[in-house]
């Protein structure tokens, strides 16, 4: 993932902004709740209006990525999509809210369907509010 994130970085998005099969791919920047490091992940997203959506799916993995648990203590940093770094604010989508933006999700990137039914756990979804 390290050099996902410095080709897409380096490119602008050029190099690792879209992988075959895959919806565009955005770098998240993220601070670490214990080590308080900037770390860089790339991952999936959906535009949602003027906001971007990831889910915190790991391969439906019984666990939470640390990205996300990183967010919940920190929840504002910023992405970079193709050449642009934005600011940002993660919000995390629970309750009623999620059980309308689920479905949309899915339909945008099915795999994360196929994430959720191979695990017990809720997959987080966070809205990247821009902030203005």
């Known amino acids: 993932m390290r050099a996902h994130a410095a080709l897409y970085r380096a490119s602008g998005g050029r190099i690792g902004g879209r992988l075959p099969g895959l919806p565009p791919m955005l770098l998240l920047d993220h601070v670490g709740r214990k080590s308080g490091k900037k770390r860089t992940v790339p991952l999936v ?3 949602h209006g003027d ?3 990831i889910v915190a799916a ?3 993995h019984p666990k939470d990525p640390a990205w996300m648990h990183n967010l ?3 929840p ?3 992405v970079q999509i193709g050449g642009r770094s934005i600011s940002v604010h993660a919000r995390e989508v629970t309750g009623e ?3 309308r933006v689920w479905p949309d999700v899915v339909a945008y990137n099915p795999l994360w369907g196929r994430y959720q ?3 017990d756990r809720t997959i987080p979804v ?3 509010e821009r902030n203005r």
């Open 51 to 53: 906001d971007f959506v």
């Open 72 to 74: 919940r203590a920190n």
């Open 58 to 60: 790991k391969g439906g």
């Open 76 to 78: 504002d940093t910023e």
């Open 45 to 47: 997203y959906m535009p």
């Open 126 to 128: 966070v809205v990247l």
């Open 97 to 99: 809210e999620r059980g």
């Open 117 to 119: 039914a191979r695990t």
